[in-house]
């Protein structure tokens, strides 16, 4: 799955983009996607339904951590 | 005719006896082993149950729909009539312990897949949940295990082999942060499928089971972790220093902005110390998946 990264504000315009075209239930499924921060940048999975001109990577940064 | 009908009729009893000589060996596991804190499979755990096993949207054009079962085992028949050529994902994975804290993902992109291009995901003849890359599900209510009491997990999954940091499921004391580790079991390049609990802490699944369908069951007290693999104890490990009182218990997968790395197909989670009664719970879940 692609992300693309961009502002929180450009994140969330493209999750509203995609929840409002895909017609969720509103009840089950509420939304595309949580904007997802990371290190102080911000992510959100990319639909490709949806095309933007926004940066894309392949791979969330992965967090150094705690298994 | 009526040797005929003779016939039919002991063909029925026939039926009936091997009926119910299966049924014996595959009671439903809750009717065993009652007061389970979780308990989450797409077969049915507990015969007084009544609701079902998940909930599914379908990619053609996002609607939902339950699905129950059908002689204890996932409708698999309406799931795929549901699903059609597309893909279905698990919105809801419903618990069947008396609890009802069932297991939900709100975000699409974030649901686990059960349906792919209309074909039912299946580890070893069994429906299976795919928690894998960015997939998870939350569960209604953080799980507090007392350690106290000695807490116990029974799951079926198969671990990925992946690069990084992956999870097959997770817990934390504070979510906001992902602090404090409760039960936890994840992968790094250097601990493959590390178990821990707080900082207590060992490797679980390495070698040639990675990537298979494994049942791992796995205690924690105060002092103690113990994991079995396919019915051997698997490893251990013990710090007298330890002195946590809870192991909490929120994520099938990873969790936001962690990646998940397990398919699963049950977790069923004990706040009862089921020392006694481990040998006797793994045979009622191989009995049904024959793993080993």
Request: aromatic share 10%.
């Amino acid at each position: 799955m692609q992300y693309i990264k961009a502002t929180k504000k450009e994140c969330e315009d493209y999750n509203s983009t995609v929840t409002l075209g895909e017609k969720y239930d509103g009840i089950s499924t509420t939304q595309w996607a949580e904007v997802i921060e990371i290190e102080g940048l911000f992510y959100i999975p990319f639909n490709e339904k949806y095309p933007s001109e926004l940066t894309k990577v392949k791979e969330l940064p992965v967090i150094e951590a705690d298994v | 005719m009526g040797t005929v009908i003779k016939l039919i009729r002991d063909r029925t009893k026939l039926g009936l006896l091997s009926s119910f000589s299966e049924n014996t060996t595959l009671l439903p596991l809750l009717d065993l082993y009652p007061n389970a804190a979780a308990a989450y499979s797409l077969r049915k755990l507990r015969n007084a149950y009544s609701g079902s096993a998940i909930r599914v949207r379908r990619s053609s054009d996002n609607a939902v729909l339950d699905i129950g079962f059908v002689d204890n085992v996932l409708d698999t028949a309406s799931l795929l009539t549901f699903c059609g050529s597309g893909d279905g994902f698990v919105t809801i994975w419903y618990d069947q312990s008396l609890t009802g804290n069932n297991a939900t993902q709100s975000s699409a992109s974030s649901q686990p897949l059960i349906v792919e291009g209309g074909v039912i995901d299946m580890i070893n003849s069994k429906p299976n949940i795919r928690l894998i890359g960015s997939k998870y599900l939350i569960l209604d209510n953080t799980v507090l295990l007392s350690s106290a009491t000695n807490a116990w997990a029974f799951f079926v999954s198969k671990p990925s082999n992946v690069i990084g940091f992956r999870y097959i499921f997770s817990g934390y004391l504070n979510l906001s942060t992902n602090a404090d580790r409760g039960f936890t079991l994840g992968y790094d390049d250097t601990k493959p499928f590390n178990y821990t609990v707080r900082d207590l802490g060992f490797s679980s699944i390495t070698g040639s089971n990675i990537n298979n369908q494994s049942l791992q069951s796995f205690s924690a007290d105060r002092v103690n972790l113990n994991n079995y693999l396919n019915g051997n104890l698997n490893n251990s490990t013990s710090d007298k220093n330890s002195n946590f009182s809870e192991i909490n218990f929120n994520y099938l997968g990873g969790g936001p902005a962690r990646i998940s790395s397990g398919d699963i197909q049950e977790l069923t989670l004990f706040n009862i110390d089921q020392s006694s009664n481990r040998t006797a719970i793994e045979s009622n879940i191989n009995n049904f998946y024959a793993i080993y």
